[in-house]
């Protein structure tokens, strides 16, 4: 059972454009959320993170849209570049002093130059 | 790399084996956890500390366990390796207690293969 679902699997998208991955949650306790980027043969990096009393936060060309009714968020990477290829992850924090993460299974987004 | 240091970095070990992960940091950070990568399912938490000798498990402990005798060090061992534990294991480590947005940084991960 997947606590967080994340699409899609893959993405490409050229460069310039904008990337747009979705996750959908199901547990109510989650408090945080962030999202992880991943390169080959490292470990993930945090990238942005928001909490569910904000609906929108934007870092740079990354935004994070969230919509606490649906469960759902999303982060988009506008004028994506080939150097944003990796492997993104999102997440979601319980509220248990751990602050344990639970991850979506990843997108692996490739920016054509 | 948040001071995080994972050995070794690459094994290969045959069924039926105990295997050993070591995680060390030099963060001095109370949290410590075990990840397991595999595609298709993103990470997901084997075990964690939230102090020395204090450890709890996470969404896929079978077949693990850990151990935390000094802050810096938290031990993974596969007590019987097998090939559904071939994986990429990360350690992460994380200052976190409730109500706050503490960052968990993450170690450059072990490749264990099971053969």
């Known amino acids: 059972q997947q606590q967080v679902k994340q699409s899609p699997q893959s993405l490409i998208v050229q460069k310039g454009g904008i990337s747009i991955i979705n996750c959908a949650y199901e547990?109510?306790?989650?408090?945080?959320f962030p999202w992880y980027q991943q390169f080959p043969g490292k470990g993930p990096a945090l990238l942005i993170a928001?909490?569910?009393?904000?609906s929108e936060k934007k870092e740079g060309r990354f935004t994070i849209s969230f919509n606490k009714s649906a469960k759902q968020f999303s982060l988009h990477i506008m004028d994506s570049q080939p150097g944003d290829s990796a492997t993104y992850f999102c997440?979601?924090?319980?509220?248990?002093?751990?602050?344990?993460?639970?991850f979506g299974s990843g997108t692996q987004l490739t920016v054509l130059p | 790399d948040a001071g995080i240091t994972q050995s070794p970095r690459h094994k290969v070990t045959e069924t039926g084996t105990p295997v050993t992960l070591r995680c060390h940091q030099t963060?001095?950070?109370?949290?410590m956890y075990w990840y397991r990568q595999d595609p298709g399912h993103g990470l997901r938490l084997i075990h964690y500390?939230?102090?020395?000798?204090?450890?709890d498990k996470g969404e896929v402990s079978d077949g693990y366990s850990v151990s935390r005798s000094k802050t810096e060090d938290f031990l993974l061992t596969l007590e019987s390796a097998t090939s559904s534990q071939t994986s990429v294991y990360f350690c992460?480590?994380?200052?976190?207690?409730?109500?706050?947005?503490?960052?968990?940084?993450f170690g450059q991960g072990t490749r264990l293969t099971v053969v």
């Open positions: 992460a480590i994380s200052s976190a207690g409730t109500g706050t947005n503490t960052e968990a940084f």
């Open positions: 547990n109510t306790a989650f408090d945080y």
């Open positions: 928001i909490r569910p009393d904000v």
């Open positions: 997440a979601a924090v319980g509220s248990g002093s751990a602050r344990q993460l639970t």
């Open positions: 500390s939230y102090g020395v000798k204090d450890t």
């Open positions: 963060e001095n950070h109370r949290y």
